[in-house]
Each structure stands twice: as structure tokens, then as C-alpha cells.
């Protein structure tokens, strides 16, 4: 891959930049040029946003000076949290035992107001997540050294074994535990992964697989399935959703909007109490995630834990790339014996390593500027970075030689094939 590189002298200040045709021109003295600010769309707005940012930034200095007292410790917003979410299962029980008393009545329209209630029930009952068969899904024996990296990685770090695994195209990797039986399951991005290193794939794995222990209140069977519950609730009663529920479109008649306006009405009650217990939750879940980064340098040490968080943050320039390349792949027929699928990995991997040390600097402050996470339960990613420095350093738990990676390479080539297709829409 060639590009040029050359030195200007910056608008602002006169000290040298080194400017990459590829990349915005900027300068690191003055942050001149450093990239567009998402724009505050009002002044409310933009006070809400320093509020939570003041609120991210004093929880991430408690936790780096007194993670080691208080691990494993839960304060009263949690204990909070887990009250509120138990009068929300107690709610949907209530109407329930309601229904099922209106049903036991002789008078009919009774009876009817009870069937109603007993179909409201089901759908706000506890949902434990899906477990269906799905096409992105890795059968563990089709990728035994895959499950055998992932199984040693939960081993050493104590935490239980995934189920299944699923490979997507998405820029991050992910957990959940889903069913009555709380199985595992752990879906890897596979532009992500193609383009970390091996101990920078454990690290990411030891994030992944520590959400098994990483004590997040958001993920137990309680908080979670009353915030699930909320959330049904809210579906259920904002219009758009009801009109798409109920299969109709419908016409913008008085009655309706006065309907609408009710539902609305009734709705924002939920929202308040989904708030608050997000809220409640919110200092539990990010000592958690850190905590789960903790687990990552744990398996593939700290420095390859830290390298992969920053890595995070070249999403948006990677994205543009794949862009790039799917309309480059439309425009040019591949050479005789060329695998498109192939060559689109090598070519973000070459990309990727080819991002010179400026634009990675220009992604981090942008990241710190626009306190961007991969996405609304993780902290900020540049102080996911951060907190890494401030932790004692780790060794790697977790390795794995040449040969282990090319049996993992060659079993991934189906996935590569099916997530490189659909980047591309081939
Ligand atoms: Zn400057
Ligand atoms: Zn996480």
C-alpha cells in the first residue's frame, strides 16, 4: 500500500504537521483542525451533556483510587435498584392475579377484561432473552480450536465456558447470557478481530467472557428482566409502536390523537421509573465494565488489553474504509483466481496497520472530546485506556502459539466468506 507523507506548517500555531493524504490534516500542538464537534442542538442540551460527563469523569476517579476496597461491594442505589425492579415484577404480577380473578367472575364482560389483562401479562412477562438458531452461530464442532482458546481463557479466569459463539461484521465484540438455563454466548465482530493482534484478541475474549463474573447488576436475572419489562411496558404504549403492534395504519382522526396523546401520557411514567433505574445502576455497571477490561489484561496482559481499547476508537475511520471498498469491489472485476473475500480482510488489515501514529492521537482526543463508548453501558473508551495505566500491570494468563492461530484462521474462512459478502453486498 503506498500514500504520502508530508510536512506542513499549521495555520494556527507554525509548528510542523505531518500531513497523510488519507487523513485530515491537524495539528496535535494547537488540536487544530482535529475534527468536527457533534453539534449541541440546544443549550439544554449541551448542559445535559456536561452534567453526565462531569457525572462519567468523578466515577471513574473514585474507581481508579479505590477499586481494591470496595470490589464485590454493592451501595445502596443498587440496593435501590434491586427494590424498584422487584415492584416492577410485583406490578406484573398484580395483573396477573388481577386477570385471572376477573376471569373467575360470572358477569362477561368481566370475563372479557380479564382474557385482555391475561394477554397484557404474557407480554410483559419476564423475557430471558431468546436462545433460536441462528445463522451467524459457530457449532463448536466446527471450530474446536476456536471454543478451545475461548474455553481455556473462561478456565483461567474463573468465569464460566461460552456456548455458543457468533461471528458478525459489526466493530466490537459481545455477551449475553440468554434462556431459563442462562447459557453463554459470546458474538465476535469480525472486522474487529481481523484486525487485533493474538494477544489483543485474548485481551478482548477476557473482556468478553468476564461479563460471567464481572458482578454487572444490569445483567442479573432481576435488574434485568425488570428493565426488559420496562421496556415492553413503553412499546406497548407510545403510539408508533402500538400502531405497528396492532397492524393498522392509522388515520390521524381526533380520537386517535387524543388516544395517542393518553398512551403518551401513560407512557412517560414508565420512562421515568426505566430511568431511574438505569441511573441507579449506572456507577454497578461501569465498575463492572472496568472491571471486565480488568479481566482482559488478566488474560492477554495489560499492554495488549490497553493496544485493543485504542483500537476501539478507529472504528469510524474503518467504517469509511469498508465503504470505500465495497465501492471499489463494485466497480472492479476481480483477477482471475482472486478471492474478493480474501482480499477485502487483507486489505482492512493492511489499513489498519498502515494508520499512522498521528491519525490514531487525532481518533483518541476526538474520542475523549466526544466522550464516545462502544455503547451506552461501557465508559468512555479513552478512560477505558486510561484506567488501564492506572491499574497495576498484568502478565498474560492466556496464550496462544502460530499453530494454534492458523487452526483458528482456517476455521473462521466460512465466516469470513459470509460477513465479507454481506460488507460488500456481494
Ligand atoms: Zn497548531
Ligand atoms: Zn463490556
Redesign the pocket.
Known sequence: MSFTTVSRA??????P?ESDSRFTDW??????NLGAEAPAPGRRAERCRARDRARVEALYQRLAASESQESGRHGAAWLAAVLIAGLVHLWTLAVLAGSLWLLLQPAAPLKGLGVVGLALAWLLRPRLGRWRRDPAALDRDRAPALYALLDRTADQLGTRRPDRIRITGAWNASYRRAGLRRRVEVTLGLPLWTVLTGPERIALLGHELGHGSNGDARRGFWLETALRTLEAWYQLLTPRSGEAFLGYRARRAATDALASALLNWLALPVRWVHGVLYRLTMRSSQRAEYRADDLAARAGSSADAATMLGKLLLGPGVATRITQQRAAHQHTRPGAGEDPAERFWTGLREYVDSIPGTERERRARLGERGMSAVDTSHPPTHLRVRMRAERPAQAALVTADATEWDAIHAELAPARRRVAEQLLGI
Not at 10 to 15: D, E, G, Q
Not at 27 to 32: K, S
Open positions: 499549521c495555520p494556527n500555531c507554525a509548528a504537521i495539528c496535535p500542538g494547537c488540536d487544530w
